[in-house]
């Protein structure tokens, strides 16, 4: 039997019980990408929003040193890689065909998969790396007004909560997107497995 399922042909059809409804099945992977995507959109507006506010008050904060403004450019370099690289996916997100056979269904949802790994174990590296790197250089400048134990509560602070982001939010995150969407592949294998074996 052919690998390219037709999942039109399939809903028409009537008296098969042990199947299962592959309409509510599609219906929850669309549901699914439409989510991630609309994250996705919200969190370009969000980092726009920061860039631009970062970019603002670059250019309004008298920098007297080069490490400020450098910090500045690492944290505007960051976001904008960042960005860059997830809004990769979005034409994947966008992509919907209900016409479609479960197969190459199964195959859109396997590549988003495989984007996001990628985008979980290397972007985000990056992205933290170049954001902290220039939030160090950034704060420099006004650290070395502060009193030393200011400055400490401002280094802990600021970089407690980049240490919590990244050891705890962020797993805790990415193994929520990868649980929903393992899944949606796994049930969309089993319906393909299942429509073989007739």
Do not use: C
Request: proline share 2%; aromatic share 12%; glycine share 6%.
């Amino acid at each position: 039997m052919s690998d390219n399922i037709d999942f039109k042909a399939l809903w028409n059809k009537e008296g098969i019980s042990d199947i299962p409804n592959t309409k509510e099945l599609f219906e929850k992977a669309d549901g699914l990408k439409r989510k991630t995507r609309n994250r996705l959109i919200g969190l370009n507006l969000m980092l726009l929003v920061t860039a631009a506010f970062i970019l603002y008050i670059g250019f309004n904060i008298d920098n007297e040193q080069l490490t400020t403004k450098i910090g500045i450019m690492l944290i505007i370099i960051a976001i904008v890689s960042y960005l860059i690289a997830y809004n990769q996916q979005l034409p994947m997100l966008f992509k919907t065909n209900m016409q479609s056979s479960s197969q190459e269904y199964l195959n859109q949802l396997i590549s988003i998969k495989h984007k996001q790994e990628f985008l979980n174990k290397v972007m985000i590296t990056i992205y933290f790396i170049l954001l902290s790197a220039g939030l160090f250089l950034y704060m420099l400048q006004f650290v070395m007004k502060m009193s030393i134990g200011w400055g400490t509560i401002s280094f802990v602070l600021s970089f407690g909560w980049i240490a919590f982001s990244w050891f705890y939010l962020r797993p805790r995150n990415i193994k929520k997107k990868q649980r929903a969407l393992n899944e949606m592949i796994t049930k969309l294998e089993a319906v393909n497995g299942q429509l073989r074996d007739e």
